[in-house]
């Protein structure tokens, strides 16, 4: 299992808002019972199979074309870690045991 921060940012579509992108975009991650995932202020976090995750990615990239945008941005970053098994929750509450202390 790995874990994928993309962001997609619409350009040229006349309007500095991209709210109503993001939402056209999280519809597909809505419909996709194989992968969890999270939105963030800045972009959203994947969670599950990279090859499932890459697809649902290339989709999620299509939609602003879909929605008149003229240009796309799309970044990825990939967590793959192999030593043992890694999640969201996991990688956050480790973050959050060690402020406590």
Same mark, same amino acid.
């Given at each position: 299992?790995?874990? %994928?921060?993309?962001?997609?940012?619409?350009?040229?579509?006349?309007?500095? !808002?991209? !709210?109503?992108? %993001? $939402? $056209?975009?999280?519809?597909?991650?809505?419909?996709? !019972?194989?992968?969890?995932?999270?939105?963030?202020?800045?972009?959203?976090?994947?969670?599950?199979?990279?090859?499932?995750?890459?697809?649902?990615?290339?989709?999620?990239?299509?939609?602003?074309?879909?929605?008149?945008?003229?240009?796309? !941005?799309?970044?990825?970053?990939?967590?793959?870690?192999?030593?043992? %098994?890694?999640?969201?929750?996991?990688? %956050?509450? $480790?973050?959050?045991?060690?402020?406590?202390?």
């Amino acid at each position: 299992m790995v874990i %994928v921060e993309t962001t997609i940012v619409p350009l040229g579509t006349g309007n500095p !808002s991209i !709210s109503s992108y %993001v $939402a $056209a975009c999280h519809k597909v991650l809505q419909e996709e !019972s194989r992968v969890r995932y999270q939105l963030t202020p800045m972009g959203t976090i994947i969670e599950g199979d990279l090859d499932i995750i890459l697809q649902v990615i290339r989709k999620m990239h299509e939609v602003p074309f879909e929605n008149g945008a003229l240009r796309v !941005s799309t970044t990825i970053k990939i967590d793959d870690r192999r030593d043992k %098994v890694a999640t969201m929750d996991g990688k %956050v509450n $480790a973050v959050q045991e060690k402020l406590a202390k």
